[in-house]
């Protein structure tokens, strides 16, 4: 069983930043496809971003240009730097990950394994 250690998040003015950080306790995260979810109330779960085994990372429209994916294979974490924060990204977050790879990255059921979630509110 793989289990996925969420940190980070809280609350932040509008304009503002904020890390979130996904680690895995004795799975090693840089062999597979990692990626970051969030869901609002009442709305569906969003594919933000992804990083690949390779690292070769993917961004959703919405976010692009705003917030940043990467890896710390030496902290086995997996982070998404969040920037220019806005109201409409208050949501929970997630990491997830993917042990088969993922093709169609944004697409919550792609992903095998999920962190508990961590609360983002931007206020305006």
């Known amino acids: 069983q793989v289990q996925l250690v969420q940190s980070g998040g809280g609350l932040v003015q509008f304009g503002g930043s904020l890390r979130l950080s996904c680690g895995a306790p004795?799975?090693?995260?840089?062999?597979?496809?990692v990626a970051w979810f969030r869901q609002a109330p009442g709305k569906e779960r969003e594919g933000l971003s992804c990083?690949?085994?390779?690292?070769?990372?993917f961004y959703a429209d919405s976010v692009k240009g705003r917030f940043t994916i990467s890896r710390d294979n030496t902290k086995n974490t997996v982070y998404l730097q969040m920037n220019s924060l806005k109201p409409e990204d208050t949501a929970v977050y997630y990491c997830?990950?993917?042990?088969?790879?993922?093709?169609?990255?944004?697409?919550?059921?792609?992903?095998?394994?999920w962190g508990q979630g961590t609360q983002v509110t931007v206020s305006s």
């Open positions: 990083i690949s085994n390779s690292d070769s990372t």
């Open positions: 004795g799975f090693t995260l840089d062999y597979y496809t």
């Open positions: 997830a990950t993917a042990l088969g790879g993922s093709y169609y990255w944004w697409r919550p059921s792609e992903y095998d394994y």
